[in-house]
């Protein structure tokens, strides 16, 4: 059964730092481009930061650019999301998702295939 599975989330002050994890099962993670995307209340879901199937190439939306990065294991078949100097706009629930395709800027949320349940991120002092 092909899954999904985020962690990480949780309750941290402006300025720290979570890495949020996304452990794929019933398949080989490093064939598929991936994508960190979030969902804050009353918004749509937006990319955060996407990467290409063999993990060449990576992508990040500007209101995250140098302070996240998207990374990939093969060995442990997950993909991490890194994220430091955490702001309070960054408050959203966060999903993994996978899928065929790798552009710039990331896909849409319709071009990936499969995703994971979502982990609370809340920014708050």
């Known amino acids: 059964q092909l899954q999904l599975v985020e962690s990480g989330g949780g309750l941290v002050q402006p300025g720290g730092s979570l890495r949020l994890s996304c452990a794929a099962s019933?398949?080989?993670?490093?064939?598929?481009?991936a994508g960190w995307f979030r969902q804050a209340p009353g918004k749509e879901r937006e990319a955060v930061a996407c990467l290409s199937s063999h993990g060449g190439s990576t992508n990040y939306a500007d209101s995250v650019k140098g302070r996240f990065t998207i990374i990939r294991d093969n060995a442990k078949n997950t993909v991490y999301l890194q994220m430091n100097s955490l702001k309070v706009d960054d408050t959203a629930v966060y999903y993994c998702?996978?899928?065929?395709?790798?552009?710039?800027?990331?896909?849409?949320?319709?071009?990936?295939?499969?995703w994971g349940q979502g982990t609370q991120v809340t920014v708050s002092s």
């Open positions: 019933g398949f080989t993670l490093g064939y598929y481009a």
């Open positions: 998702a996978v899928g065929s395709y790798y552009y710039k800027p990331c896909p849409s949320p319709s071009r990936y295939d499969y």
